[in-house]
């Protein structure tokens, strides 16, 4: 069955830089896009970014800039590069994958900005 697992999160300062990963499993990894959202405290999930098969990207305004969506198809796995994080970016951040008319999520990675 399908298995996402996020990794990476953790305590950064204000400034600072993160890289997530997302390994996935269970489906063809290559011919899907994969999203990366976020869930602050007290908010709803939010969309921060896809990349498509053919590796196309589109990224939320509080993102574009800052974060690089990214994909290593030879290693089943997304990537979100974060850069110049604020603490507004505080949050756990989830991979998301639609197939076949289904969302499948990971169990998130918990992302604090701070100093």
């Known amino acids: 069955q399908v298995q996402l697992v996020e990794s990476g999160g953790g305590l950064v300062q204000p400034g600072g830089s993160l890289r997530l990963s997302c390994a996935a499993s269970g489906y063809i990894f290559s011919v899907y896009a994969m999203n990366w959202y976020r869930q602050a405290p007290g908010k709803q999930r939010e969309w921060v970014a896809t990349?498509?098969?053919?590796?196309?990207?589109t990224y939320a305004d509080s993102v574009k800039g800052r974060f690089t969506i990214s994909r290593d198809n030879a290693k089943n796995t997304e990537y979100l590069q974060m850069n110049s994080l604020k603490p507004e970016d505080t949050a756990v951040y989830y991979c998301?994958?639609?197939?076949?008319?289904?969302?499948?999520w990971g169990q998130g990675t918990q992302v604090t900005v701070s100093s």
């Open positions: 998301k994958l639609r197939k076949s008319g289904r969302d499948y």
């Open positions: 990349i498509t098969s053919t590796d196309t990207t």
